[in-house]
């Protein structure tokens, strides 16, 4: 078992700026993926952003609305990932889910759907004020 907590959530004004962390703890050698995924009130969950460790390389791939404001990065050895945010938008509001799992797909379309995971974090809430 893996368990994940996340922590960093708030509430910020646009244009803000606040840093997500995931601490990961139990049987985390084969979290090859670690993921953030969002959910805003009456919507669904959507993909945000993966850190993709082949063994070898740390790889990464972007939802395209957070393209160039935010940044994940892992630090596989306190088995953390972050989630750095930037010019924050009110569209941004909602809990972010800290996700982890064993994928070895090549194709980034199964690092960005929910099931593909095996573990999730609580969540925290974003709040992004106009």
């Known amino acids: 078992q893996v368990q994940l907590v996340e922590s960093g959530g708030g509430l910020v004004q646009a244009g803000g700026s606040l840093r997500l962390s995931c601490a990961a703890s139990g049987r985390t050698v084969n979290n090859r993926a670690m993921a953030w995924f969002r959910q805003a009130p009456e919507k669904e969950r959507e993909f945000v952003a993966v850190a993709r460790w082949s063994g070898i390389v740390i790889s990464y791939n972007y939802a395209d609305s957070v393209k160039g404001r935010f940044t994940i990065s892992r630090d596989n050895a306190k088995n953390t990932v972050y989630l750095q945010m930037n010019s924050l938008k009110p569209e941004d509001t909602g809990v972010y889910y800290c996700?982890?799992?064993?994928?070895?797909?090549?194709?980034?379309?199964?690092?960005?759907?929910?099931?593909?995971?095996?573990?999730w974090g609580q969540g925290t809430q974003v709040t992004v004020s106009s």
């Open positions: 996700a982890a799992g064993e994928i070895y797909y090549s194709s980034t379309f199964y690092y960005t759907k929910g099931p593909s995971y095996d573990y």
